[in-house]
């Protein structure tokens, strides 16, 4: 089993920075794509970012700009630099996974993370 961990949320003013983090740990043989998600109060689980393995970058609109995504396959993590942060940011973020675990059958599974909370607030 894959775990994920999420880590670096917290409460920022409107136009600050985070960056989260994601480490993956368990049976990994590989992480392939891996993303971010969030859920505002009252809604969906939206897309905001993904990187391939070969770390090509998605971005949801409103993403794109402000965020920028990255990883360290050294590190089974998964970044999510977080700028000029705006109340609409305000939601839970999960990471969010494709991952190999097991080597000699190479079959992948997908995992999401607990979640972390994101507060944009003056």
């Known amino acids: 089993q894959v775990h994920l961990v999420e880590s670096g949320g917290g409460l920022v003013r409107p136009g600050g920075s985070l960056r989260l983090s994601c480490a993956a740990s368990?049976?990994?043989?590989?992480?392939?794509?891996m993303g971010w998600y969030r859920q505002a109060p009252g809604g969906q689980r939206d897309l905001v970012a993904t990187?391939?393995?070969?770390?090509?970058?998605n971005y949801a609109d409103s993403a794109k700009g402000r965020f920028t995504i990255s990883r360290d396959n050294a590190k089974n993590t998964v970044y999510l630099e977080m700028n000029s942060l705006k109340p609409e940011d305000t939601a839970v973020y999960f990471c969010?996974?494709?991952?190999?675990?097991?080597?000699?059958?190479?079959?992948?599974?997908?995992?999401w993370g607990q979640g972390i909370q994101v507060t944009v607030s003056s």
């Open positions: 969010n996974a494709d991952a190999v675990p097991y080597y000699r059958d190479m079959r992948v599974y997908n995992y």
């Open positions: 368990g049976t990994i043989f590989r992480l392939n794509d």
């Open positions: 990187i391939s393995y070969g770390d090509s970058p």
